[in-house]
């Protein structure tokens, strides 16, 4: 079964710090990762997309790394500002032969404090 | 580029009634169409994939006389939940992907919070 798993769950920082997210998958055969940032009651936007021969993507102060040999992906924040606050999501596509499957994380909401 | 809008962005009914949630590409035509169920803290689980002009294809353990859906132009699907009840409520989102794109990237709407009473 094609599986996501994001850590930790939630987590407080203050503004102007950095924080990692982790996200550990079994998603089979590969296709490729991102990360969306989920406001409050809003659907997720893209943050990052990182196919199997990608390590590194950035997109302003998030950057993304990519472990395809151990199916592990985390997503870096830096210098985090009160806007940051939402819940993170990884998504991880599955190709097939004449179909994709996404599979979702369950998300990690950050919380940036002043 | 690639906006999905959904209307309403939140409703609230009674138990029994039935309720319509829309979901529009607004530039561009989108030749599939996903509704998505999010329960808080959870993430998003897929409830059905919808064609332009055919039948939508539910995921296991989705009721399909319950939730119906119809994608009847490139630009509008729409998702009806038929009899809800306080079980229903929940966040819906709905996502669209188009030809010339790789299938798996799916541009997401803003959501619509439907409370049942």
């Known amino acids: 079964k094609n599986q996501v798993e994001q850590s930790p769950q939630s987590l407080i920082i203050l503004e102007g710090k950095n924080c990692t997210l982790q996200c550990n998958y079994t998603v089979s055969p590969f296709s490729n990762l991102r990360w969306y940032k989920q406001d409050t009651g809003r659907g997720p936007v893209s943050l990052t997309i990182m196919t199997f021969s990608e390590n590194t993507k950035s997109n302003g102060r998030y950057t993304a790394t990519l472990d395809a040999d151990t199916k592990q992906s985390s997503l870096h924040i830096t210098a985090s500002q009160l806007s940051d606050s939402a819940s993170y999501i990884c998504v991880v596509s599955a190709a097939y032969s004449n179909d994709y499957k996404l599979s979702f994380g369950a998300g990690t909401t950050v919380t940036v404090r002043a | 580029g690639a906006v999905v809008s959904q209307h309403p962005s939140w409703v609230i009914c009674k138990s029994g009634t039935s309720v319509k949630i829309e979901c529009r590409s607004l530039?561009?035509?989108?030749?599939?169409m996903f509704w998505y169920r999010q329960f808080p803290k959870q993430s998003l689980m897929l409830m059905a994939t919808?064609?332009?002009?055919?039948?939508?294809?539910?995921e296991q353990g989705v009721e399909k006389d319950k939730f119906l859906i119809n994608h009847a132009s490139l630009t509008l699907s729409t998702l009806t939940v038929t009899s809800a009840h306080p079980e229903d409520s929940s966040f819906y989102i709905c996502?669209?992907?188009?030809?010339?794109?790789?299938?798996?990237?799916?541009?997401f709407g803003p959501g619509t919070r439907l409370t049942v009473l």
């Open positions: 996502s669209a992907s188009f030809r010339g794109r790789a299938f798996d990237t799916q541009y």
């Open positions: 919808s064609n332009e002009g055919s039948k939508a294809t539910y």
């Open positions: 530039d561009f035509q989108a030749t599939t």
